[in-house]
């Protein structure tokens, strides 16, 4: 089956639920045993509830993986693969532009907990090659990168971290399996937070981890029990729907993004566009071999790169709302060095080149005509 309709059909059976259309949203935390030591499909609703099991089941198909684990959060997810490929005396090597979330449960909770924890640039692949030492137990990698878009070269990173028997884990929020299947590219773990694309209506925070590896989906599946930061069945459900019409979503934020795009690209009062579509964009080439499309997200640097300036804009602008989030229905946009990234230290801002003029817009899937009117009046002198 195609990638729509596997969206629509895998992971729910309606003969097994009294043939409702729609997968039930089982609101119980438990489940009855007719006997002692009986073996139930479901039992806590920690552990597993026939909502999350399809969403987890839709979930993994999509990405091109065996096993698939719904966490509460994105932030979740990515807890539990940390938790379950590294221990203290460790060392993660992880990709310089990431989420700022990420970057501060790196910094402030791993390492003071015994954890090495290696940035790199690795727009070069042999930048790996040369860090790795037999206490590198994980590659962490985000591509497209939150919010400055720059991508890495999934197939050459995992080949050469898979030599040295390293597992590469690859945060896919931005691209959605919809446009770039990282397993099918070498990586072991793909992560997302489903808060954003996935659910793709600003009304669910949900985290999901997809692995094609027995071993590792074991240990994932153990902390999800373990620590148990768990959707509820809501959450599985308004994320579940919101697959459904993924790949339309998916089109529309592209073909928005790429014609704001171009147009913000030669606009006089930008200083800079963050676009991998774009034909200047560094990384142009790479984005065309391993996206689909190139997303929904544009990052840009006004031509007034100052905090003053970004604020006028983005108060200035009607239809785009300052918000954190992306990856919804609404245009958004997000000032990154205080709201995406104010976790991070003004230093590490500075050397990833995250200046107080960043802005990241999320482009939704409105009328392109009244996007780009929108931000036309707001850019006015
Ligand atoms: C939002 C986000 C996360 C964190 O997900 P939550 O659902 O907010 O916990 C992780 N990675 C990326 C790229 C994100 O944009």
């Given at each position: 089956?195609?990638?729509?309709?596997?969206?629509?059909?895998?992971?729910?059976?309606?003969?097994?639920?009294?043939?409702?259309?729609?997968?039930?949203?089982?609101?119980?935390?438990?489940?009855?045993?007719?006997?002692?030591?009986?073996?139930?499909?479901?039992?806590?609703?920690?552990?597993?509830?026939?909502?999350?099991?399809?969403?987890?089941?839709?979930?993994?198909?999509?990405?091109?993986?065996?096993?698939?684990?719904?966490?509460?959060?994105?932030?979740?997810?990515?807890?539990a693969v940390l938790r379950a490929t590294i221990?203290?005396?460790?060392?993660?090597?992880?990709?310089?532009?990431?989420?700022?979330?990420?970057?501060?449960?790196?910094?402030?909770?791993?390492?003071?907990?015994?954890?090495?924890?290696?940035?790199?640039?690795?727009?070069?692949?042999?930048?790996?090659?040369?860090?790795?030492?037999?206490?590198?137990?994980?590659?962490?990698?985000?591509?497209?990168?939150?919010?400055?878009?720059?991508?890495?070269?999934?197939?050459?990173?995992?080949?050469?971290?898979?030599?040295?028997?390293?597992?590469?884990?690859?945060?896919?929020?931005?691209?959605?399996?919809?446009?770039?299947?990282?397993?099918?590219?070498?990586?072991?773990?793909?992560?997302?937070?489903?808060?954003?694309?996935?659910?793709?209506?600003?009304?669910?925070?949900?985290?999901?981890?997809?692995?094609?590896?027995?071993?590792l989906?074991?240990k994932i599946r153990f902390i999800?029990?373990?620590?148990?930061?768990?959707?509820?069945?809501?959450?599985?459900?308004?994320?579940?729907?919101?697959?459904?019409?993924?790949?339309?979503?998916?089109?529309?934020?592209?073909?928005?993004?790429?014609?704001?795009?171009?147009?913000?690209?030669?606009?006089?009062?930008?200083?800079?566009?963050?676009?991998?579509?774009?034909?200047?964009?560094?990384?142009?080439?790479?984005?065309?071999?391993?996206?689909?499309?190139?997303?929904?997200?544009?990052?840009?640097?006004?031509?007034?790169?100052?905090?003053?300036?970004?604020?006028?804009?983005?108060?200035?602008?009607?239809?785009?709302?300052?918000?954190?989030?992306?990856?919804?229905?609404?245009?958004?946009?997000?000032?990154?060095?205080?709201?995406?990234?104010?976790?991070?230290?003004?230093?590490?801002?500075?050397?990833?080149?995250?200046?107080?003029?960043?802005?990241?817009?999320?482009?939704?899937?409105?009328?392109?005509?009244?996007?780009?009117?929108?931000?036309?009046?707001?850019?006015?002198?």
């Open positions: 089956m195609k990638f729509s309709t596997r969206a629509i059909h895998v992971g729910y059976d309606h003969h097994q639920h009294n043939r409702a259309v729609m997968p039930p949203i089982y609101q119980s935390s438990v489940f009855v045993h007719d006997s002692v030591g009986e073996t139930l499909p479901f039992s806590y609703a920690r552990t597993g509830t026939p909502t999350r099991d399809a969403l987890e089941t839709c979930l993994a198909s999509l990405e091109g993986g065996r096993f698939g684990m719904a966490f509460s959060s994105g932030m979740a997810a990515i807890d221990a203290p005396g460790d060392e993660v090597i992880a990709v310089a532009d990431l989420y700022g979330g990420a970057w501060r449960l790196l910094t402030k909770v791993l390492e003071p907990a015994g954890v090495k924890v290696t940035f790199l640039d690795l727009s070069d692949p042999a930048a790996l090659a040369a860090a790795l030492t037999p206490r590198v137990k994980l590659l962490w990698l985000e591509s497209p990168s939150n919010p400055l878009l720059k991508l890495v070269d999934v197939a050459a990173l995992s080949a050469i971290a898979r030599a040295a028997g390293v597992p590469v884990a690859i945060d896919n929020t931005f691209a959605t399996p919809y446009l770039q299947t990282p397993l099918a590219q070498g990586a072991d773990i793909v992560v997302h937070s489903a808060t954003k694309y996935l659910g793709g209506h600003s009304d669910v925070l949900l985290g999901g981890v997809v692995v094609d590896n027995e071993d989906a074991r999800q029990n373990s620590t148990g930061a768990v959707p509820g069945p809501q959450d599985c459900f308004l994320t579940l729907r919101g697959i459904k019409t993924l790949a339309l979503r998916m089109e529309r934020h592209c073909d928005n993004a790429e014609q704001l795009a171009a147009w913000l690209n030669t606009h006089p009062a930008i200083g800079k566009v963050f676009y991998p579509g774009l034909p200047d964009h560094p990384q142009h080439e790479l984005a065309k071999r391993q996206m689909k499309r190139f997303g929904g997200i544009i990052s840009i640097v006004l031509a007034d790169d100052s905090r003053a300036g970004a604020s006028r804009f983005a108060e200035r602008l009607r239809l785009f709302a300052l918000a954190e989030s992306l990856g919804g229905v609404e245009s958004l946009i997000n000032h990154s060095s205080t709201m995406s990234h104010g976790s991070m230290s003004a230093a590490d801002k500075a050397s990833r080149g995250i200046s107080e003029g960043v802005v990241r817009l999320s482009i939704g899937i409105e009328d392109l005509d009244d996007l780009r009117e929108d931000l036309a009046q707001a850019l006015e002198r």
